[in-house]
């Protein structure tokens, strides 16, 4: 009879267990497709860009004088898994990334691309 009740008690524990919590994680700037399509090249400024793009997440000057803006946007999963008291389990997904590099020389535009 002990045994029986020292079973059920364990089952009925069993189902606070296991607890699991989920979110979803945004972070830099993302460049839609309709701002890309009013990047002209030969004609927008790098002012322009900055103004309606934001600050770019990384900034790369070469020594051929091209300036590279690139902006990057990321989509992550987080997910925390516990069991009781005894140990949790983190992790981390990347769902989506995007990231659109402007080129200019002389502050104007002169090619856009975007890879996702």
Not at 60 to 76: A, C, H, I, N, P
Request: aromatic letters at 6%.
């Amino acid at each position: 009879m002990k045994k029986l009740l020292v079973i059920l008690s364990c089952l009925a524990l069993s189902a606070c267990v296991y607890s699991q919590h989920s979110h979803e994680d945004k972070k830099g700037v993302e460049v839609s497709s309709q701002q890309v399509a009013s990047l002209e090249p030969g004609k927008t400024t790098k002012q322009w860009v900055l103004t309606n793009l934001g600050i770019p997440d990384r900034t790369q000057v070469e020594k051929d004088g091209l300036e590279v803006f690139e902006y990057v946007s990321e989509r992550t999963q987080k997910s925390n898994k516990s069991f009781i008291f005894l140990f949790n389990i983190d992790s981390d997904k990347m769902v989506d990334r995007k990231v659109t590099r402007v080129v200019m020389r002389d502050g104007i535009v002169v090619g856009v691309n975007t890879k996702d």
